[in-house]
């Protein structure tokens, strides 16, 4: 498939009405009433406890899913692992897990990844505690170190928790849905959760996997500054270096909106009276419809343009050509940012097929882009990411490379 038949595909498949979605449903109160006896949209639940020395066997096996899909990525670090333990200690009330029963006895843990992840590490003897206020004395100790009262005690404490049952959904869609509205609506106190998060469990999919997977890209990981992939994440465990935990985009997910950007913006035209953030909403939301054989395309087509994108300028690419205010004069900014990726990303992709061509004359380019931002000072080193901005800044690339290719 071309470029331009993929083109083809996505406009015909991306055809949504921003003015058409949510609208409110009107219904008289027997109707109500009789939606309300047939039990629709009625969550079946039950309540377990779980001792703490239990649940190392019981989360190693393969009746407990950490991983959903629709899970935030890991964010406690040893610090506050250590906190929840001293809690235990001190037998101060936990708040439950949510778990939601995928198969019979075969269950997904929705809520409390971190609250599981930091006793099971804790009694495998992953790390120490550290940080703790009210019990100071034990900090620097591991599980096994531990006095054996204070063993004992946390041995004998219990983490509670809610199972949603296999009966609540009728179907795998509706169970699908269903998890992802507990999770969203358990989630909106506490720790608030950034725009992908919500993405992420809202739009759950093969394509939401894709641009999961994109984000650890080794060229896209270097140029913004991410730890990259390791072998040890291929493992069963899905480990996560403790670098990668504490990187920002990385953490909260910031890195995989980045990469939906891209793609939403090939659409740009359907965006249209509603804020960038609902627009991405949607168009995660309709690209986990997309064939497989489009996915593939796609996963190429991001591949190929960020390769295309770091050979070009490498350390420069997406950053700014900006006049210091102290000294009056330009330099590259250290840092790639949204304004330029969005408008250079999209216009790269366009010219894949000439990128050897104009690889050559990188080092035109370069001095090029410089006379580039001066003479676009406020599109290009502006902040506004409105569409018709960003329109304007494609106009500006998209002309520069198409002379750039008809001249020699």
Not at 357 to 385: A, C, M, P, S, W
Request: negative net charge; proline residues 3%; contains cysteine.
């Amino acid at each position: 498939m071309t470029l331009n038949e993929l083109k083809e595909y996505e406009n015909s498949f991306f055809n949504f009405d921003i003015g058409e979605t949510n609208l409110p449903q009107t219904m008289t109160d027997d109707e109500i009433n009789e939606k309300y006896l047939k039990g629709e949209v009625r969550i079946v639940t039950e309540q377990a406890r779980y001792p703490l020395n239990t649940i190392k066997e019981m989360f190693s096996g393969s009746d407990y899913i950490l991983n959903p899909e629709f899970q935030r990525r890991h964010r406690w670090n040893v610090e506050k692992q250590s906190k929840l333990i001293e809690s235990f200690i001190m037998n101060v009330p936990i708040p439950p897990i949510f778990l939601y029963e995928k198969e019979y006895s075969v269950y997904e843990v929705m809520d409390g990844l971190q609250r599981i992840s930091a006793i099971k590490d804790f009694y495998e003897g992953k790390y120490a505690l550290q940080g703790l206020e009210i019990w100071p004395e034990l900090n620097g100790r591991y599980y096994s170190d531990l006095p054996e009262q204070v063993k004992k005690g946390i041995d004998r404490r219990y983490i509670s928790s809610i199972v949603l049952l296999k009966e609540t959904a009728k179907s795998d869609r509706e169970a699908n849905e269903i998890k992802q509205m507990v999770f969203s609506r358990i989630n909106s106190g506490g720790a608030k959760l950034e725009d992908q998060e919500y993405r992420n469990a809202q739009c759950s999919g093969k394509f939401n996997n894709m641009i999961i997977e994109l984000a650890r890209n080794d060229y896209f990981c270097d140029i913004f500054d991410i730890p990259q992939k390791t072998n040890e994440e291929n493992l069963p465990e899905n480990i996560v270096s403790d670098e990668l935990k504490e990187n920002s985009k990385f953490r909260t997910m910031k890195d995989v909106e980045i990469v939906l950007r891209f793609f939403a913006l090939r659409k740009i035209d359907l965006w249209n009276g509603t804020s960038f953030s609902k627009f991405l909403d949607m168009f995660a939301s309709r690209a986990n419809e997309l064939p497989e054989n489009i996915l593939i395309k796609y996963k190429s087509l991001f591949e190929d343009t960020i390769k295309f994108a770091y050979d070009l300028m490498e350390d420069k690419i997406f950053c700014m050509w900006k006049k210091n205010k102290n000294t009056d004069q330009y330099r590259w900014t250290k840092r790639p940012t949204m304004v330029i990726y969005d408008a250079l990303m999209y216009v790269l992709s366009n010219y894949l097929e000439q990128s050897e061509q104009i690889l050559e004359r990188r080092e035109e380019v370069k001095n090029d882009f410089e006379t580039l931002f001066q003479e676009n000072n406020t599109l290009l080193n502006g902040r506004d990411t409105s569409k018709n901005v960003i329109q304007q800044r494609i106009n500006i690339f998209d002309n520069y490379f198409q002379n750039l290719i008809t001249t020699r």
